[in-house]
C-alpha cells in the first residue's frame, strides 16, 4: 500500500463517481428496497442532536481502510471563514453535541480556536483522535492538557492490542506511538475512573470481516491494556468499515468485495436501519456543504434539502429532507449495526 | 460437481431442514445456545471450535470459524496457538497409544 492518498496516486477510486458505481454495480438488493421492506423508506430525520464538522483531510497517518482518504498529502481543510459560520449553525441548531473529525482535525491551524468558540456555546464536544498526532511534534504535546481544560470527550482508534495487527492497517510505528500517547492522556486523567475525563477506543476491523460482539472485545482490550501496558479507558467502541474510498480499494484490490458485501447484506438488522446516527446527525463538510454523514460526504452525496451549506442553516428546513441513501449504507446497519458511536442497538 | 466440497455450501447449511426440519431445529437451536457466553466466552468457544475444526478436518469448519475468531478479536498468533493445540492432541492421541504397543511388545518379548 502506498503512502499516498487514492487522491495522490490519481486513482480512479479517488474519485466519488467510480466509487458509487462501483458499489451500484452489485448485484445485491438495493439498500432503499430493503428499507422499504422494513417500512423505513424514505428515511426520515429526528432532531437533531448531533453536529459532525470534518473539519479537513490532512492527516499524519494515511490509514489502509480510511473512508476519507486522508494523509498528509490532502491539504482541504476548513478555514476560520467556514468555522464561523459553523459556530452560527450550532447555536441556532439546537445540538447537543459538536463532533470534531477529519483527517487529524488537530492539524488545522484553527482547531484550538474553533475547540474554545464551541466550548463557549455550552456544547459537548467530541475530538475523534488518532493519538499519534498527540506525539508526532512537540507542538502537539500539549493536547491532552488542552482536551482536558476543554472536557472534550477524547474517541481514539487503536484497532488491536498488539503492534502487529495495528500497524498492518495504521502504519509501521503506529502502535506504539498510539500507547505512548495513550498513556500520556492517561496521564492527565482521561480514562480513569471518576475523573469525568472520557477517553474512547474505536475498534475497526483490520481486514475484510465484521466487527464481533461489542462487549466481548471491549472487555479483553481492557484486560489487555491494562495488563500489557497499564492503560485504561472508558468505553469501546466497535465500527464497521464501510465499502467506501479506501477500503473500497482495498476490498477490490483483494478480490472481497463482493463476499463483504454479501455478508453486509446477509447481517441486515431492520432494528439497526431505524437507529443509525443519520437520522440524529448533520455532517459538515471541510468547506461548509452538509452531508447526511461522513461517508456520504467522501461520496459527495449533499443532503437533499433547498439547505446544502452551513452559511444558510436551518434547522427546521434541514428536519423534513430524506437521508440520501446507497448501497454502502449497509455498512451501517449490519447486526448491532454501526456508528461514530459503536453499535446501535 | 468437480470437488466434493464447494465453499458455496456453507451457506446452505441451514437447508439441511428441508429433508427433516424438526431435528435440525433441534440442533440450530441447540447450536446457537452452545457459542453465547457462559462459563466460557463465546470468543474462547470459538477458538475451541477452531482447533476441533482441524481435528476434525471439516473444510466448513475451518472456513467459518477463521473468520468467527477474527470477528471476535483473535489474532493470527490465537488462532495459530489453536490449531496446535489440536496438533498436540492428535499427536499425544498417536504417541501415548505408543505405551499400549510397548506393553504388546513387551508381552510378546523374550
Redesign the interface.
Known sequence: MSLKSLHAQNHSLSLSKEQLHVLEKTSYVSFSKKLNESGLFPLTVKPLEIFQINVGKMCNQVCKHCHVDAGPDRKEIMTREIMLQCLSAIEKSGAHTVDLTGGAPEMNPDFRWFVEEISKLGKKIIVRCNLTIIVANKKYNDLPEFFKQHKIEVVSSLP?F?S??TDSQRGEGVFEKSIQALKMLNDVGYGKQDSGLILDLV?N?A?A?????QS??E???KNKLKTNFDIEFNNLFTITNLPVSRFLEYLERSSNFESYMEKLVNAFNPSAAANVMCRNTISVGWDGYLYDCDFNQMLELKVASPINHVNNFDTSMLEKRAVITGQHCYGCTAGSGSSCGGTVI | MKTYYNPEDLKKFGNISEFEPNLAKKFFDYYGDVFK?GAL???EKSLIALAVAHTVQCPYCIDAYT??T????C??AQLMEAVHVAAAIRGGASLVHGVQMMNKYKDLSM
Open positions: 488491536y498488539t502487529a495487527k475498534y476491523p481486514g470481516f465484521l466487527p464481533g460482539d466481548g472485545l472487555r479483553e482490550f | 457466553d466466552t463465546a470468543r473468520q468467527d477474527m470477528e471476535k478479536g489474532d493470527e
